[in-house]
C-alpha cells in the first residue's frame, strides 16, 4: 500500500487533470497531499515488520519485496518528504502556473518509485524502482517552461543520469554472468564461491553496480549535476532532491552492499571510504565559496551544503565493509535528522523567495525583523546542519557517524570528518548571523529583484493576492515551515527517538 496508493492517486490525477475546469486545477494538489498522507499512514499496520512477497518457490528466503524495519524507517522518510514537499508545491504550482496535472503526476510516480525502492530485495526491481523514481524528477525539474536554467538543469541532470544507470546495468549483467542470479540472498551466497575465472567479472560488476546509486547520492565525482539542478529546478523539487533523491541513492547503496556483495567488501569498502572523504571535503569547500551577492547563492550553498552532508552519510556505509551492517544504523539516523532540518530550510527559502526571488543570501539579511518565525526556524535548521546547541538532534547524529568510523578502525576518516565539520561551521553561522543583522535600506529592491529574477531564471514574484493569507505567507508553507521545525525541536529534545537506530538491530536479515 505505501507503493501503490501514490501510484494509483497519480493515475487519478493524471485522468482528472482531463475534465477539471482550469479554476479547480488546485484540487489536484490537494488530491495528491490526502494521497501521499494516507500513504504514510498505511505504514502503521505494518510497523511489526518482517513481511515478504514475491518469493522463490524454491527458496523463500529469496523475495523480490520485503518490508521489513529498514524499508518501513525509509518509506517514511520518503512518503513524509514527498508530503512536505507537495504542501511546499501547491502554491507554487499555481503562481508559476505550472501545468498541475503533469506536476502532481510526476511528483506522485516519483514518490511510488522511491517508495518501492528500499522494499526491492533483487537487482532488477531495484533498477526499475531507481527509474520510476528518477525519470519523473527529469522533467520535474524542467517544469518551468521559457525558463533557460530550468530547461539546461533538467538536460544536465537527465543526460548524466542516464548515463550513471547505463553503467549500474553494464555492471548488473556482469554479477547476473558471475552468479546466475539478481535476488539479493542468493548473489550474497554465489559470490561468496565464485570460480576464480570469472572472480574479475565479479570484481567489475560489483563496481559498476555502485555507480548509479552513487550519483544519487551526489557523491564525487558524481555530483557535478547537483548545484545546477537545485538552482534551475522549483524551488519543492530541489527540496525533494535534496532529501527524498538521496534517501534513494543510499538506499540502493546500502543495499546491494550490505546485503548482496558483503563478499567483496574489500572492493566496495576502501572505495566508499575515499568517496566519503572527497564528497565531505569538496562540498564543504564549494559552499564556503558562496558570495553572499550571487544569485540563487542561498540554494547553491543549499546544494554544495547536501553534497558535504552525503559525504558524512557515506561514513556508515564504509564501515559497514569492515565491522559489519549494524553501523549502517546510523546512516539511517543520520538521514532521518537531515530529511527534517533539510526540507524545513527548503520551506523558509520558498517563503523568502516570494518576496526576494533571487535568493541571494544578502536577501536574508534582517529577516528577523521581518519574519521572526521564518527566521528563528531557519537558524534552528542551519544550526542542526551544522551540528551545534541548540540543534541537538544534529550534534549527536553527528556523533553517532563519527562513531561508526572509529569502530570501524577508520580513524583517518574520522579525522577528516572532524576537520569538514569545523570547516562547514562558517557558511552555516555566516547565514545565521545575516538573519539577525539590522535589514538593509532597498527602497526599490522589490522591482529590481523582481526583473532580475526574471532575468536569472528564478520565475516571476508570486502574486500575494495568490496566497489567500499576508503577503507573501501563504498558510501550505508555514505549515510546512511548523511541521519540520516541530520535528526538529522534538528530535532534539529526545534524540533517541532517531538514534536508537545507530544502535543497530535494523536489518532482521
Given at each position: ?18 475534465f ?6 488546485p ?6 497531499v490526502?494521497?501521499?498522507a ?9 510497523r ?7 518469493c ?7 523475495c ?7 524499508t ?27 501545468p498541475?496535472?503533469e506536476?502532481?503526476f ?56 542516464v ?9 548488473i ?51 557535478f ?9 522549483p524551488?519543492?523539487?530541489a527540496?525533494y ?12 547503496l546500502i ?5 548482496a ?23 564543504n ?12 547563492g542561498a ?26 551492517r549494524?553501523?549502517?544504523g ?15 530550510a ?17 536577501d ?12 528563528l ?5 542551519l ?7 541548540p ?6 547524529a ?23 565539520v ?28 523582481a ?49 536508537r ?9
Open positions: 500500500m505505501p507503493v501503490v496508493i501514490p501510484a494509483a492517486v497519480a493515475l487519478v490525477v493524471l485522468v482528472a487533470d482531463l477539471l475546469a482550469e479554476r479547480r486545477k484540487l489536484l494538489g490537494w488530491a495528491s490526502a494521497g501521499l494516507a500513504a504514510t499512514a498505511s505504514l502503521l499496520p505494518l511489526a515488520g518482517d513481511r515478504a512477497t514475491f522463490l518457490t524454491g527458496d523463500p528466503a529469496a523480490s519485496y520485503t518490508a521489513d524495519h529498514f518501513l524507517v525509509i518509506q517514511f522518510l520518503v512518503l513524509a518528504g514527498a508530503l512536505v514537499t507537495a504542501l511546499l508545491s501547491v502554491t507554487a504550482v499555481r503562481d508559476a502556473r505550472m498541475a496535472g506536476y502532481w510526476l511528483l506522485l510516480s516519483s514518490a511510488a518509485g522511491a517508495a518501492l525502492l528500499p522494499a526491492s530485495r533483487d537487482l532488477a526491481t531495484l533498477i526499475v524502482a531507481l527509474e520510476v523514481a528518477s525519470l519523473p524528477a527529469f522533467a520535474l525539474v524542467g517544469m518551468r517552461r521559457g525558463d533557460r536554467l530550468s530547461s539546461e538543469a533538467a538536460l544536465k541532470f537527465f543526460l548524466s543520469s548515463t550513471a544507470t547505463a553503467v549500474s546495468l553494464f555492471g549483467s556482469l554479477v547476473y554472468a558471475a552468479t546466475g542470479s539478481l535476488h539479493l540472498v542468493q548473489v550474497a551466497d554465489r559470490l561468496e564461491d565464485v570460480p576464480g575465472q570469472l572472480d574479475t567479472l565479479a570484481m567489475a560488476g560489483v563496481a559498476l553496480t555502485l555507480v548509479g546509486f552513487a550519483f544519487k547520492t551526489a557523491a564525487v565525482p558524481f555530483h549535476w547537483v548545484p545546477d539542478t537545485y538552482v534551475g529546478a524551488l519543492p523539487v527540496g532532491l535534496s532529501v527524498i533523491g538521496k534517501a534513494v541513492g543510499f538506499t540502493g543495499l546491494v552492499t550490505v546485503i556483495f558483503p563478499a567483496y567488501s574489500d572492493v566496495w569498502g576502501p572505495a566508499l571510504a575515499v568517496l566519503a572523504a572527497l564528497t565531505m571535503t569538496l562540498g569547500a564549494a559552499a564556503l565559496r558562496q558570495s553572499a551577492d550571487r544569485p540563487g540554494v547553491r550553498l543549499l546544494a554544495w551544503s547536501s553534497v558535504g552532508q552525503a559525504g558524512y552519510l557515506l561514513v556508515p556505509i564504509a564501515a559497514a565493509a569492515y565491522s559489519g549494524d553501523q549502517i546510523s546512516t539511517v539516523a543520520y538521514a532521518l535528522m537531515y530529511g527534517a532540518v533539510n526540507l524545513g527548503f520551506a523558509v527559502a520558498a517563503l523568502v523567495g516570494r518576496t526576494k526571488p533571487l535568493q541571494r543570501i544578502r536574508y539579511r534582517g529577516l528577523y525583523a521581518e519574519r521572526p518565525a521564518a527566521a526556524a531557519l537558524a534552528f535548521f544550526l542542526c546542519l551544522a551540528g551545534l546547541p540543534g541537538i538532534i544534529g550534534l549527536f553527528k556523533v553517532a557517524v563519527f562513531g561508526s568510523a572509529v569502530d570501524a578502525g577508520l580513524g583517518w576518516l574520522a579525522v577528516v570528518m572532524a576537520v569538514n569545523v570547516i562547514a561551521l562558517y557558511y552555516y553561522l555566516r547565514w545565521t548571523a545575516v538573519l539577525f543583522r539590522a535589514p538593509e535600506p532597498l527602497p526599490a529592491a522589490g522591482a529590481t529583484d526583473g532580475a529574477a526574471a532575468g536569472a531564471g528564478a520565475g516571476p514574484a508570486a502574486p500575494d493576492a495568490a496566497a489567500g493569507g499576508p503577503a507573501g505567507t501563504p498558510w501550505p508553507v508555514v505549515v510546512a515551515i511548523a511541521v519540520t521545525a516541530a520535528v526538529s525541536v522534538v528530535l532534539s529534545g529526545d534524540p533517541q527517538l532517531v538514534l537506530f545507530a544502535a543497530g538491530g535494523l536489518f532482521p536479515l
